[in-house]
C-alpha cells in the first residue's frame, strides 16, 4: 500500500478516526468544509492541511463599515413594451431585492443605457428619468408599441454562492457580502487580511483559494431561485471604477450593452466581440495583477496557494493569458468525468492540480440502505474519471464532505481505498510517461485555448439538452490517444498549425462554437479548405462552418460534402440518399449511433458517401427526402467527416476515433496500442513500454489488445479492471 | 338525376360508350388528353367539348425555321473550387445535354455572371473567358481555395414536360421545342396559329390552354432525371431581348443574380427582392397582354378560352394583377385535396373553374384486381376535396384519362356517378348562397394574396418533409367556416386591415412564409402589436416572426408569449415548465397534436399558459429544459397562440378552429352552425337556411348537430355521408 496524492475532509471532533482512514487510504493531505472546523492539531494529522479562504467576502463588519466599495453587477431589466406614450419600467421586476439593488448612486445617466428593443436605438440620457424610491425609470415620450429596456448597474448585497446555501440550508451566519478590490481600501485590505489570517493560521499549510475576486454570473429571480447562470459571466465584475479606468486604458467607452448584449449577457455561447474580449484582457490583468500579490502573501507566510476552479474565478482562468505567472501552486476542482479531469489536469504553470472526487460525504447520500448506492457512484466517477487520466492524470485526487458520514459505510472504505491504490500506480506508470497519442485534432471555435475542455458549458458540469449532443466530443477525446489543442479562428487564418492533423468544428449555427460570421470571412475558409485539400483531416458535427450566405448554409460544404437545407433549395432534388454500407469508420458499432439532438435537413452533395440517413416512416411519401446524419466526404488530399451530434458514449467514443484516423488518412494506426472492444481503453506509455488497459463497464469484458507493433493477445478483464502489461507479454511478429 | 358541370375524357374509338357513361354521369363536356384523340363528330356528344392546345410549342417545323426564337433559360453552374490558379468551369456539368445547351452567341460577357462564391464578388468580364467547343469557362486568375460559379443563359432545346413523358413513356413524336413570343416571328406567329388552328377544329368549343408563354422551371440533370422543379419559378422567362427590354424599362440592368440567386433561383420560400418583383411585374404585363390577344382571337372564332394552371402559367398567375383583365372564360387544374380546390375556386375574374379529379384514368390505377383501390382514391380525393367545396365550390369537375379502362370497373362508374350527383346538389345548395363564416383569418407572409393557397408549395401538390407542417394549415383552413385572405407585410404596414380578425404567421426562419427581415421593420412589428393589443388574434406556427436580433429570436416574443431557444440563453433558467390542462382550445383533442416535424428549443415566458410541453425522456435529466408545443398568452385585449407545427388531421383541423375562436375572442361562436364530432364538418347557407353535414371519414359516425342559434340534434352519419338539414331540423331554443 503506497502513500500519498489523496486528500480527505476532517472536522475537529473525527481526528482518530481521520487518522485511521488516512492510513487505510495511504492519504496525506486534510481539508475542512462548509460546516466542519478543522482540528487545533490538523498540521501532526498530515503532510498538508488545506484551509478555505475567501479573499472578498467573508468579513461582514468591514464590509459593513465600507458600503462604498461593495461590488456592482450589471443586470437588464424586462423588455417593456409602450402601449402609452410614457414607459415606466420597474428595474426590479424578476430580481431578488435580497441579492441586488440598483445603484442610484453612480450616476446612472453615465453607467446605464435605456434601447429601443424594437429598432435598437440607444436612447439619449435626456429622454428618460429614473425614480430612486419608485426603483423605476421613466420612458419620456414613448414610441407606441416598442418596447425598451433598461441596463443598469446595481451593488451585488450578498454574495450569491453564500445567499443560495444560507436560504437552502437555514444558515445563520451573517451575510457574505462582496468587496471590490478594484476600490482603494478594499485593495489594500484584501493583502492586509490575507497576511494577517496566515498569522492566525499557523496549522494551514495550503490556504485554498476559494477563489479571488470575482463571481461568475449568478443572479436570482424574485422568487429567490436561480434566474441567470453562466460559469464563464462577467457581469459580476464591473463596477463604476472598472468602466472609467477601462474608458481611460483603452480610449472607448465600456458600454452597458457591451456586457448586456440585449440580455445574452456575456454568454460564451456569443461569438465574442471585439468590445468584450477588451474587456476581458482588462480584467484579468487587474486579477492577475492582484492574485500575484496574494500568491507572494501566501509564500511568505510559508503557506502554499491553490486556487479553486469555480466560484470567483473570473479574471484566472486557468488557459488564460497570465495565469502561468501567478506563481499558484495549485489548482484544484470538482470531477464529474473525463472532461473537468482534463480540465485540471492539462493546466499549465502550477505544481499540482487536484480533483475532487463523487459522490460527496453528505447525508444525501449517506444515508442508510444507500452504502450500494454510494459505491455505485464512486465507481462510476472514478471510471470516467480514469478513462483520462490514462491521457494525462491529475496529480492528487481527493473527497469532501463529513468524514464522519462516510466512515459508517464498510464497503465504501475499502473500494475508496483500492481506487486511492489504483491511482498511485497509475500515476506512477503514466505521468510524464510520455503517452502514446496517434493524432493530434484540434477543436476550432470562437475562443480557442481560452475555453479549453470547456466547450459547450453554461453552467459547471450541468446537462442541457442543447449541449450534450456536442459535449459528448469533449468527454470522448478526454480519453483518447490523441493530443487534443483548442484552436481559434485567429489560429488559423494565415494557416493551419503544421502539427493539426484533424480539425472539428462542432457546434449549433451562428454560436461560437461553430463560429457564425468567421466562416464569412475568406482568409478562414480558404485555410481550412487548404489544410485538408493538402491532406488534413476535418470533422463537423451539428452545424458546422454554418452561415447563412453566399447560396450556402455550411459554408465549407464543399469539404464536408454535406449541407443543410433551410428552405430555399427545395427545388433542388437530392439524390444521394442510400447509405454505403461496411465503413472503417463504423465498423465497430452494434447499431448505428446515438445522435442524441441529431440535426434535420441535412442533405449529401453528390460524391459524398452516406454512412447514415434516416426516413421518416411516420410521415415520409417517398419525395426526395431523407435526413443524412453521417457521410464521409474527400476534398483534395484530405478527407472529411459529418455527424448530426455525438453524445457521450462508447461506442460513439469508438466511432469518433475511427473518424479522426480516417480523415486523416492514418487508419494503419488503429490497431496499435489498442483495445479492440468498445468498452475498453488502451494506454501505452513508451518510456517504461507499460500498457494500461482498462474496463469501463462494471462487467466483465474479452478483448483483443494490440501492441504499438500490432502484436495482439487476448484479455479478459473483471469488471472495471486495470490491467497492466509491458511489451513482453505480447507475442513477436516474427 | 341531374345533368352538367361534369367532363370527361373520351377518344376517336370510344364513341358509343362515352355517350352511355356521359347519361350515367350527367356529363355535358368531353375532353381530349395526350394519347388520345377527340372523335370527329365530338360536338354531338356533349354540349362542351375541350380541346388541348400549345401555344409556344407542338409546331416543329416552325421551331426548325425560327432557331434564332427559341427559348431561353437561366443556368447556374456546380459551386467550383480553385486549387490552383486558374479554374476552368464546365458549364453543362450535372445538365442534360438533350434538354439545354449554353447560348454562346448571345453575349456571354453581357448576359453571363462570373461570381467568387466565398466573397460574394461578381468578376469583372476582363478576368473571365469562355470556350464554346469545350463548353467552358476560365477564371483567369483565380483567388486559391475561393469557389466560383457561372450563371448562363442557355437555350432550352426541348420543352421539359414533353421531354419528360418522351423519355418516360417512349414517345416517338418529334420534340415540342419552346418558342418566345418575346420575339417578333413568334408573337405573330401564335396568333397567326391560333385563329388558323380555331378555324381547323370546328368540333372544339373550349380552347384548353395548356398553358401559356412561358414554363415554371422545370431542369434536368444529366442522367435525365428532375434536377430542380419550382413551380413559381421564372427562369425559364427570360432572354437576351427581355433582359434588354427590362432594362431600357426599369432603367436598371437585370442581373443574371437577381433571378438566380446563388442557386436558390427564385424559390417562392425567399423573401423576394425589389428586383425580383420587378422581374415578375414585367414578365407578367407582357405574358398577360399577349393572352388577351389570344383570348381575343379564341372568342372571335366562337370558341372559349381555358386555361390549365400549371406547366407555361408562369406571368399569368390567377391572383395576380391582370389575371381578371384577361378575359378568359375558365381555369382547370387538379385536385389533391382542399388546398387545390379552394387555388382554383377562389379565382376571380373567369366565369368557371373546373378541378380534375383523381384518379387519373391511367394503367397505373386502372388494371386488373386494382378496382377497390380505385374507388377508395376516388372516395378520398372526393372527400377531401367536398370539405372545400362546403366553403367554396369548384363550378366543374372533370376526370381525365383513357375513359375505356375505367369503363371496365363498374363500381367504380357507379361510385363515379354518385359523386357528379352529390357535387351538383352541393353546387346548387352552396354557390353564391353566403356560406356562413365566423370570423375573417389572415395569413401573413411575404407574397400576400398573389400566393394564395399556393404558400409553402415547391413541385404542385408534392409532399416536403419541410413544408407538411406548415400545408397542414392551409389544408385545414380551405374546410372551415372563416373568410381567409392572403396578406403581405406591406398589407399592413399601415395598420391591419379592419376586417381581420386573426393573422397566422407559419413557416420556418428566414423564409418568405415566416417573414425574415419583415420582422426587424418597426412599422411592422408595431402594427401587428397594435392590432392584437386593441383585441385581434394571433397564431404563430413553427418559427413565427423569427428574425436573429434585439436579444430575441421571435421578434413578437412578447405577443406570442413564446421564445426559440438558439443557444445564446442558455444561462437563463426557463420556469415555465407545466402544460395547462383543460383549455377551450385542445377540448376536442382525443390526445395531445402531431406537430409533424414540430419545432425544437421553443420556451415560454413567464405569463404564458403552456399547453403542451415535451421533454426527453431518454436524454433528459432534470435540468430546466422542456420544449414547449403549444401555448397560448394575452397581450392586451388580444391573444395569441403558438403551435410547433401544424399538419393536416381532423384533429388538427378543429384545434385550429377553436385556436382561431380563442385568440379572436369568439369562443361563443363555437356551437353555431358545428358539428361536434372532429371527423365531420357542418357548412350553413342563410340563403337557403340550409345545413350541410358531411362525414370525412369511411366509417359511421355520430355527432351533434347545432344550428346558427346553437339548438342542437344528434346525427347519425354513414361513411362518407353528405345530409343535407335545414332549420326546421332543429328543435327551437323556446
Redesign the interface.
Known sequence: MGKGRITIPTDAGFVEETKKIMKEWGADAVRDCDGTTLPANASELADKVYNTYFVIRGDYDWAMANKDEWQHVYLLSG?C?A?SDTLKIRLMD?YFEQQVKPDFASDPKKYWEVID????RLLDPAEWDFDEREGTVTVKKA?????YTVSFLAISLWDPVHMYNSITNGWTEKKHIMYDPFYPKTAKYIREHLADWCDKHPETSVVRFTTFLYQF?LVF?DKG??????WF?YSMAVSPRMLDAFEKEYGYKMRAEYLI?????D?S??VPTKQYLDYMAFIEKFVCDTIKDLVKITHEKKKEAMMFLGDCWIGCEPYGEYFSELGLDAIVGSVGGGVTVRMLSDVEGVRYREGRMLPYFFPDTFFEGNEKAAVDELNRNWMTARRAMLRNPLDRIGFGGYLALAAKFHSFMKRASEICEEFRVLYDNVKGKSPKNFLTVGILNAWGKKRSWMCYM??HE???????SYQGILEALSGLPVDVRFISFEDIRKGVPADIDVIINA??A??SWSGGANWLD?EI??SV??FV?NGGGFIGVGEPTAA?????FFQLR?VLGVDK?????????K?NLTAKKGHFITEDLSSLPDY??GM??IYAM?GTDVLDIRF?AG???G?N?G?VKMAVHSY?KGRAFYAAGL?YSFENARLLYRAMLYTAGKEDSLRRAFSSNVLTDCGYYADKDVYAVINNSADAQKTDVYDIKGNKIVLNLKGGELVWLDGKDFPSAE
Do not use: C
Open positions: 423588455f413594451t402601449s424578476g428593443r424594437t429598432t435598437g414610441e407606441l408599441f416598442h418596447d454570473s429571480n431561485k436561480e434566474k441567470n447562470v453562466n459571466g448584449e440585449a440580455g445574452r449577457y454568454s455561447f456569443n453554461v453552467a450541468l446537462w442541457y439538452q442543447q449541449i450534450y457546434g449549433d451562428g454560436t475568406e475558409v480558404t479548405r487548404k485539400w447563412d450566405a453566399n447560396g450556402k464543399d437545407e433551410i428552405g430555399f433549395t427545395l427545388s433542388e432534388d439524390y442524441g439532438e434535420k435537413n453528390n421518416d410521415h415520409m411519401r419525395v427526402t435526413e483534395g453524445p
